[in-house]
């Protein structure tokens, strides 16, 4: 009934729908239930370590016979740059003195580990069905590791020249993601696009997603602002055989996002979004909350990823306790409405709306004939 099944094919999954990893918003109990639904589970390692990655492993396996997608972050560490760090610093010194915090004690290290040797002993230990990357890929000999255990490896893409260096370097299948997505860009060969410097200048999924399809031979997954059924049947029609899904996913209960999130998710559709580097020091989409205002949108002085985290998160501790969500980084796509679907049902009723657009369609093509 789907005009395209490659990726069920390739994935062994019954429904052409990716349920996004998103790191620290969510844990193995909605990538079970999308799993149960039919989409591909996936798994977030970047803030997780490794015999945490094994546990939600081992939980999603005794609750679903299905496959499993572990997603890494492939980011290369920046040499430590301590003016920059400094100059951070001291335009987030007014906030520490206001929350009555020490501007000048240390913080602690910002937790996301880049796909490494590590990492790759795992993948090979616990063999997942698929393996996402995101910012990239890891080096030719991991990344051979990785393939050598069976697992399909899938990669982000945020330009078309990305999705075609993917496709040369041995994915499987690429995700297009436009700038409509919720969370962090996945770019990165553009060291602009990296730092947030030029942002304006990348595509949404519906310009993207065409050229893409037209420039690889691989399936393409898209992703950003594909939010129900219409969104899924009109990447489907612009040469997509699969879609990701992420924003959507943050309103079911499985999701391990703060209430203060929530709240802020529910309080609107899309339209106060932007895309900020003060949270990470790469660009993601967020909903504008005092520190983008204020510091950003998107800062020059915000240290290279993960670093900028690190000062922020005494500021977004005491915030967050007095019920202020202005510090915190609340990851959101351009398209989002308020549901109290599980993943499970929300699942089904993404592929129940898709399918009547695409069999509607496909009605009416019959009847021209």
Request: proline letters at 6%.
């Amino acid at each position: 009934m789907w005009p395209d099944r490659r990726i069920q094919d390739l994935f062994g999954i019954a429904l052409p729908i990716v349920q996004a990893p998103m790191a620290g918003a969510h844990k193995a109990e909605l990538a079970i239930a999308a799993a149960r639904a039919g989409a591909l589970g996936s798994l977030p390692c970047a803030m997780l370590s490794p015999q945490q990655a094994r546990e939600q492993v081992a939980q999603f396996r005794a609750a679903v016979g299905a496959p499993v997608n572990l997603n890494f972050f492939c980011h290369r560490s920046a040499a430590p740059d301590r003016a920059r760090e400094a100059a951070w610093r001291a335009r987030l010194r007014p906030y520490y003195l206001e929350f009555g915090l020490d501007p000048d004690a240390a913080s602690a290290a910002a937790a996301r580990a880049p796909f490494d040797d590590t990492w790759c002993a795992l993948v090979e230990e616990l063999r997942p069905q698929v393996v996402s990357f995101h910012f990239g890929l890891p080096e030719p000999a991991l990344l051979a590791r990785v393939r050598a255990t069976g697992a399909r490896a899938i990669g982000s893409a945020t330009t078309v020249a990305e999705a075609v260096w993917l496709e040369r370097n041995g994915c499987d299948a690429v995700i297009a993601q436009g700038n409509e997505a919720g969370g962090h860009r996945g770019v990165f060969l553009d060291d602009e696009f990296s730092n947030g410097e030029d942002v304006s200048r990348q595509a949404g999924l519906f310009a993207l997603l065409p050229r893409v399809a037209d420039a690889v031979k691989v399936p393409v997954i898209a992703a950003g602002g594909v939010f129900d059924g219409r969104g899924i049947a009109a990447a489907f029609a612009l040469g997509a055989a699969a879609v990701q899904v992420g924003t959507a996913y943050l309103f079911c209960a499985e999701a391990t996002i703060a209430p203060l999130h929530r709240r802020a998710l529910a309080a609107g559709e899309g339209d106060d979004t932007a895309l900020t580097n003060v949270f990470s020091g790469r660009p993601a989409r967020g909903i504008v909350n005092r520190a983008m205002r204020e510091v950003g949108p998107l800062s020059p002085l915000a240290p290279a990823f993960p670093g900028a985290g690190a000062a922020l998160a005494p500021l977004r501790g005491q915030a967050e306790a007095a019920g202020d969500d202005g510090f915190m980084s609340l990851w959101s796509g351009q398209a989002r409405r308020a549901h109290a679907l599980g993943a499970f049902e929300l699942t089904r009723e993404l592929a129940r709306q898709a399918l009547d657009l695409i069999d509607r369609a496909g009605e009416r093509d019959l009847e021209r004939d």
